[in-house]
């Protein structure tokens, strides 16, 4: 098992090269974060041995039980559904917080970082394919929460995040990752203060090579570093 993980984040670093080469990029500019949720501390520390320092998880509870276990040099990063009254536990441990799709919970990270006497970092999730089942902002409401949020001074904007739908092509996703480029291009065009636009969080197992091709600079890979949940 320990093997395995090791083998299969060495594939995935050649396929991030490969994909990058494709498409011209630097290999430093995208981020591989190790989707570890439901998976074991000697899962994480093993990856760690490997060479990560980056890991995904979708609860706050797990990120606080996990946290203390690792190395202090690993960042935890909070990818799944955020509840507000979960803010509080999150925003220390919590590197960057990929989903927040609601001024509600802006406002509340606001009230806690400041609290807090801190600056977090966030991204805002948008729900580009428009499906349903999924949280995230509708692509057409980012541009209204960015300028709300950029006026909070304990909260820093730093880019976009999107979920795919689960394809059996990659090349379905393709134009779902275009679609968050090109709104992450609009709305740094704006200059507007205290926001950047420098990560584009997008791509999982399935289509993390597109999503590279398409300018994702962090990408959210866990079945294929852990194996299946
Ligand atoms: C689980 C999860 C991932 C990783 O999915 P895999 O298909 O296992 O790579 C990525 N992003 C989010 C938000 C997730 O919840």
């Known amino acids: 098992m320990s093997a395995a993980i090791a083998e299969n984040l060495t594939q995935v670093r050649e396929k991030i090269r490969a994909a990058c080469e494709r498409s011209g990029r ?14 074991p501390i000697e899962d994480l520390q093993i990856a760690y041995a490997a060479g990560a320092r980056d890991f995904g998880e979708n609860k ?26 979960k803010v509080r536990q999150v ?5 960057l917080i990929h989903s927040v799709d609601s001024l509600r919970l802006a406002e509340q990270i606001e009230q806690e970082a400041a609290r807090e006497n801190l600056i977090v970092d966030i991204l805002l999730e948008v729900n580009v394919a428009g499906e349903e089942s999924k949280f995230g902002l509708a692509p057409e409401d980012v541009l209204e929460l960015v300028y709300a949020v950029s006026k909070f001074p304990h909260v820093r904007i730093r880019g976009l995040m999107t979920i795919a739908p689960y394809v059996d092509d990659p090349e379905d996703n393709r134009e779902i990752f275009k679609k968050l480029y090109r709104l992450s291009v609009d709305i740094n065009s704006k200059n507007i203060d205290n926001v950047t636009m420098r990560v584009l969080s997008m791509g999982m197992t399935g289509d993390y090579e597109v999503a590279i091709e398409e300018g994702a600079t962090m990408i959210r890979v866990g079945t294929g570093i852990f194996g299946a949940r």
């Open 60 to 85: 706050v509870q797990e990120i606080l039980a996990k946290a203390p276990a690792m190395p202090t040099d690993t960042r935890f990063h909070m990818i799944g559904h955020l509840q507000r009254n």
């Open 26 to 39: 630097n290999y430093e500019d995208v981020t591989l974060i190790a989707v570890s949720k439901t998976k």
């Open 91 to 95: 925003i220390k441990p919590a590197v």
